[in-house]
């Protein structure tokens, strides 16, 4: 994978406030944006503090369509929120629909899900990876924003991991635990006993 670079900017009012909006490329065209607060009129080479930060999937079927079977809008929103509120930080929002495996099959999981699969085993039923995502383009955006240490909003230690990995940055998990509802509540279940996030909510009560 060829490396990302900043390839346009610009100031984007949202309902959370006003951020900026970076969108980085590489050559082949991929695309992925930034929306972040406080970090592009840096003065100094690396940030002076740990930055608050989400690294974030795409999720089309949530964030725009509005579906109750997963969290990815509520987190994505509280996300945006807390950055603004702390007056500094960024959201890496990645095109990765369906934990990289794209909207088609990602729908082709959730029929599978209906006829009782939960989402790992619908996954691997269709020939994919339970989480076939990948982050080395973070890498890339975290060196051009000048970032450090890093708060990373997650309940997802391996990312926490990978991101160690490859940036180098000291990782502080910060959990991010909204958008439970009765129709997501077994793919919670199945996020943490199965893919091992951390969730300090009862998820069995």
Known sequence: MSKFIRYSSTRLPTLWGEFDATVYQNKQGEEHIVISLGLLEREKEIQDHSILMRVHSACFTSEVLGSLKCDCREQLEYALQAIQQEGKGAVIYLFQEGRGIGLGAKIKAYALQEQGRDTVDANTELGYAEDARSYEMVQD??????????RLLTNNPLKV????ELTKCTVERIPIEVGLNAINENYLKVKRDRMGHMFHENLDK
């Open 141 to 150: 955006i975290i060196q051009d924003l000048g970032i450090g240490d890093i």
């Open 161 to 164: 991991n990978g991101l160690i």
